[in-house]
């Protein structure tokens, strides 16, 4: 059966709500910041709350699930997707534009030895060397080499392309945050039974420690997919429909096998937890309607040429 979608073709957004608790007991532990630790901050009724999860560590949750790492390849809805595999000099499995922390900008892709994408980047976006970007060739050219690039957003920030000017925002962001939340200090020692008075600079001897999880009135991931943006691309109604197929299932598949963020920090969907909030009425298609729709929009794009010619580039990293 096809997802029927048209109520999301006016609409400027998609705006997902979807309400968490912890598996176990009412304790969780936030991410965590260098020289800020965890972030909390007022709501406007004068709560408290705390980030659980930030957008950049979404967008990488949302893309881990799209992979299968024993394969070494995308799960199986997925597959036939363009991507940009790194093997090392042994020919081995490194890492991929899905998992790299700036995707096709991988120092892994772009700075090592092998020149092959980098060289045929700057062929396609020779002519934005000068004058405003063409971001509709620049989706155009992501579409082929790394499809998932057009949600993730990109920064190509290389002065030989475009004068690293060449970015896309992200389409599909998420974040967490707990209402009404509180700390719940506790605290433990790492125990040395062997010289419990050792230097513990080294390692040795008795550390007591002190630790803070929370507790919170209620959790709430948040979802949000730029549907103008997409739109704006210009690629046509079959990328469109893939791009917003592909963010659901980004989306659904989380919410199932993705909400272990940390060791005590470990969430599952309430039961009619999700509120879509933009457009009202719609209805999130199951992840089991999103897989059975995913292969076949994934062929009908491929049979138009809009991959390219090779769907999987491979590029040997060696320094």
Known sequence: MTINFSPLSEEPRFLMEAKLTPVQGH????????????AT????????VVLVESAQSMANRLETVCWDENNNDWV????????????????EALTNSLLEAHRLNSPYILEGKDKS???ILKERLANMEQGRVDLRELAKVLLEFDTNALLHGIFLAKKDLAGGRLRLPRVLSAFIEAQGANVAASGGVKNDSVDPSG??????GNVPFSRDEWV?????????????????FGLGAEVEKLLITLAFFKIRKFLIE????RTA?????DSNGIKITRPEGFDLPTLAELEAELPEIIQTVGDKGLFGDTRVHTVKFSK
């Open 117 to 119: 994408v980098f060289n």
């Open 76 to 91: 199986q809805p997925l597959k036939g997707l363009p991507i940009i595999k790194v093997a090392d000099e042994n020919g």
């Open 258 to 261: 993705g909400l272990r963020l």
């Open 27 to 38: 304790r969780f532990q936030p991410t965590g910041f260098p020289d800020l630790g965890h």
């Open 216 to 232: 919170a009135q209620e959790i709430t991931a948040f979802f949000n997919i730029d549907l103008r943006q997409i739109r704006s």
């Open 41 to 48: 901050y007022d709501s406007p009724d004068g709560g408290k």
């Open 199 to 204: 230097d513990t600079s080294k390692g040795f």
């Open 265 to 269: 920090c470990d969430l599952h969907l």
